[in-house]
């Protein structure tokens, strides 16, 4: 069984200053990575996922997450954050063997200020 | 391409009814899991379907069930609801269960 604890249940911070949002997790297998997005009153959207290969992955919109196996962390990080940033943040794992059902954290609410 | 879609958007019930939710999954993705949010938490994993058959359940009692038809949509089935229930009801759908999902926008479900 996998367990994701995110560290902070809110972040606030201004706009267009940097900003990191925790993830740990706990695993007794290999496990696949992913950080979501949630809107007000919508569903999730994938943000970025790690599956295997270089431990920094990126989206297309500025995040980046690094994979750290000896920390058991996935940390969420952006270097300069807009208005439009906030929203509810997920982070999720998967049993590689497991058929990819997620497990996710309590999620992290990021409050972007002008 | 339509995304996963979910029916319907919202939903009232009352304590002891009965739910059915809908979800079609994008076109071609034979994988479909329903998860439950509870307002302030993160989703709970509650079934997988892949090729009309189960192959996962999460930690939810026997008042829930779902099935896939051949078309590769699902439901998801509450039964004698309670408050606790209340929640967003979300679809996810995937080539296969080794992919990555797909989210839908839920179902807001409110039992009074």
């Known amino acids: 069984a996998q367990s994701v604890t995110q560290l902070d249940s809110q972040v606030p911070v201004f706009e267009e200053a940097p900003v990191e949002l925790r993830c740990n997790y706990s695993?007794?297998?290999?496990?696949?990575l992913f950080w979501y997005v949630q809107y007000p009153n919508q569903g999730l959207q994938l943000l970025l996922k790690?599956?295997?290969?270089?431990?920094l992955v990126e989206s297309i919109n500025g995040f980046e997450a690094e994979f750290n196996k000896s920390q058991t962390s996935f940390h969420l990080r952006k270097p300069s954050v807009h208005i439009s940033d906030t929203a509810e943040y997920f982070c999720a794992v998967s049993d590689t063997n497991a058929g990819n059902m997620l497990t996710f954290g309590g999620g992290t609410r990021l409050m972007v200020k002008p | 391409d339509a995304g996963v879609t979910q029916s319907p958007t919202h939903l009232i019930k009352t304590r002891g009814q009965h739910v059915t939710l809908r979800c079609s999954p994008i076109?071609?993705?034979?994988?479909v899991s329903w998860y439950q949010q509870v307002l302030g938490q993160g989703p709970q994993f509650i079934f997988q379907?892949?090729?009309?058959?189960?192959?996962g359940r999460g930690n939810f009692p026997d008042r829930f069930s779902a099935r896939q038809f051949p078309n590769y949509s699902s439901e998801l089935n509450v039964n004698a609801l309670l408050l606790g229930d209340s929640a967003l009801y979300l679809c996810?759908?995937?080539?296969?269960?080794?992919?990555?999902?797909?989210f839908g926008s839920g179902t807001r479900l409110t039992v009074v």
């Open positions: 790690y599956l295997s290969g270089s431990t």
């Open positions: 695993s007794s297998v290999s496990v696949y």
């Open positions: 076109s071609g993705h034979k994988s």
């Open positions: 996810a759908s995937s080539l296969s269960p080794n992919y990555g999902y797909t």
């Open positions: 379907y892949y090729e009309k058959e189960e192959r």
